[in-house]
Structure formats: structure tokens, C-alpha cells
């Protein structure tokens, strides 16, 4: 019986509008609360950037935001682990000296971080996954550690740049998403990892749980869950690592498949 429903979302959930089926989504919550299941959205995208797309339903979400390095639920974060500041500044110095045509996005607890001199196109497209954004003239201002240091490269070159990093390959997560995005985390932290978390969280195995991915962040995704589906846009080693396939994120494939699961449960006793 599946208790636990784990959604990544760009490329997954979210159409490539960046928005969902909001009538068809009224009937999955429903189907969901009548079974007793519980939504999580797993995501690079910024807790709060979640809120604004889900509103008062994202109260009851299980949220693994910020590449699922914190998870928050009834608005209070259970779960967080953040990438040292003096680390994480050795990293972004790195970044910087790689390339200047890449946008470095520093997340700390209570702002996503770009600098002042970002285009306004660059910026518009880092408002689309954080809703708190700051902008500096210089990283190393900064002084708080860092939930996560993500990377945009509309020149798509991330896969070249992921190696470039290999100092810290033993120091932190690092993992290029797709060729125009770069993920860094602390130390084997990272969506499967963070989903266990919750799972011990909410007394669910991975026998319970129907999980969702698209894109190489997603592959540990895959192996925390029986019932674990790639989009039919998904990358070709995400689904590798899935046990199944369903159709691509334009077909409102995730809130289909979640109804056709579901449908084949009880509802739950109140």
C-alpha cells in the first residue's frame, strides 16, 4: 500500500510552463487525503518558491526543498544540513575563476545569493526557483553557512564544469542536473539520502512509497522507492535506475499515474 507520494518537480510535476494542472491537482489531493497518503515535493527549487506554486496546500506538504538539503512541514523546517561557509566559499571562488558566463546562486538560510552585476534575464530565470533573492557585489561578504551553491549556465557547459570541480568531489555533493544546471550540497547529502530521512520521519519503508524523476538529481530518487517511475522525458540513466516509466511532464503524467495507483487502494478510516 503506497503512503508516501515523492515528486521532483521541474521537468516532472511542473510542465514545461513551470505550472501544473491545477484542476486535475484538486482531484489527486482529494484522492490522496482520502487515502491517507502524504505529498512530497523533492526539489532544487526554494522552499518558499514551492509555498507561492501550491499556496495553502503546501501547509501539509513534506517539503524537501533546496535540492533536499531541508525538509519543512506545518512551517517549521525538520530537517536541514548546510554546507560550511568556508567551504562553501572555496568552492564558489572556484566557480568564479572557471567562468564568468555561468550564474552562481549562493542559498543560504534566508535568501537565494546572486550577484549585483546578474542581467536581468539571468535573474528572471533564478526568480523562477527562489522566491527570497539578495544580491551582493562580492560572495565572500557572506558569512552564514550555505544550504546549497547552484549553478546556471545558459551557455551549457555544467557537465564541463562539474569535473572542473573534482577538488571537492569528497567534500561535498556535486551533481549536474542537466547541462544548464550545477547542484552542490554537503557531503553525501542528496535527494535519496533526504528522503530516507523523512521516511524514518513518518514510519514509511520504501515498499510504501510511489516516487517521481526526470533528471540526474533524481537517481538516488529512484532507488528509495518500489514503485519508483522516470517521466518519458527523463534522462536515460534516471530511467535506468526507475523501475518503471510513465509519459512525459506535459501529459500531466505524475497526477495520473498517482490517481491510477491510488484508486486501486482503500480509502482510510477516519
Not at 39 to 46: D, L, Y
Not at 49 to 73: C, M, N, P, Q, Y
Not at 88 to 98: D, K, P, R
Not at 122 to 128: H, K, L, N, W
Request: glycine share 4%; charged share 25%; aromatic share 8%.
Amino acid at each position: 500500500m503506497i503512503k508516501l507520494v515523492l515528486s521532483d518537480m521541474d521537468g516532472t510535476f511542473l510542465n514545461n510552463s513551470g505550472d501544473f494542472n491545477r484542476e486535475l491537482y484538486k482531484d489527486v489531493k482529494r484522492m490522496m487525503e482520502e487515502k491517507g497518503v502524504a505529498f512530497a515535493p523533492v526539489t532544487g527549487k526554494q522552499c518558499e518558491r514551492v509555498e507561492e506554486l501550491f499556496g495553502s496546500d503546501a501547509e501539509d506538504f513534506w517539503i524537501l526543498s533546496d535540492s533536499a538539503t531541508r525538509i519543512k512541514h506545518h512551517g517549521e523546517f525538520v530537517y536541514e544540513s548546510l554546507l560550511p561557509n568556508k567551504l562553501g566559499l572555496a568552492i564558489i571562488h572556484l566557480l568564479e575563476e572557471i567562468s564568468s558566463d555561468h550564474t552562481i546562486i549562493a542559498c543560504t538560510k534566508n535568501a537565494a545569493i546572486i550577484k549585483d552585476t546578474t542581467s536581468p534575464e539571468e535573474a528572471a530565470i533564478v526568480r523562477g526557483s527562489y522566491a527570497h533573492l539578495q544580491q551582493v557585489s562580492d560572495f565572500h561578504t557572506i558569512t552564514e553557512d550555505f544550504i546549497k551553491i547552484t549553478i546556471h549556465d545558459p551557455t551549457l557547459q555544467c557537465f564541463e564544469t562539474k569535473e572542473k570541480l573534482a577538488p571537492f568531489f569528497e567534500s561535498a555533493y556535486i551533481v549536474a542536473s542537466e547541462a544548464a544546471w550545477i547542484d552542490i550540497a554537503d557531503a553525501n547529502v542528496h535527494k535519496g539520502t533526504t528522503v530516507e530521512q523523512l521516511q524514518q520521519i513518518v514510519n514509511v519503508t520504501p515498499e510504501e512509497t510511489l516516487a517521481f524523476g526526470d533528471g540526474y538529481n533524481d537517481i538516488e530518487l529512484m532507488t528509495r522507492s518500489t514503485y519508483s517511475f522516470a517521466m518519458r522525458n527523463a534522462v536515460q540513466e534516471t530511467k535506468d535506475a526507475a523501475n518503471f516509466i510513465t509519459r512525459s511532464n506535459e501529459e500531466d503524467a505524475v497526477m495520473k499515474t498517482i490517481m491510477r495507483l491510488l484508486s486501486l487502494q482503500p480509502k482510510v478510516n477516519r
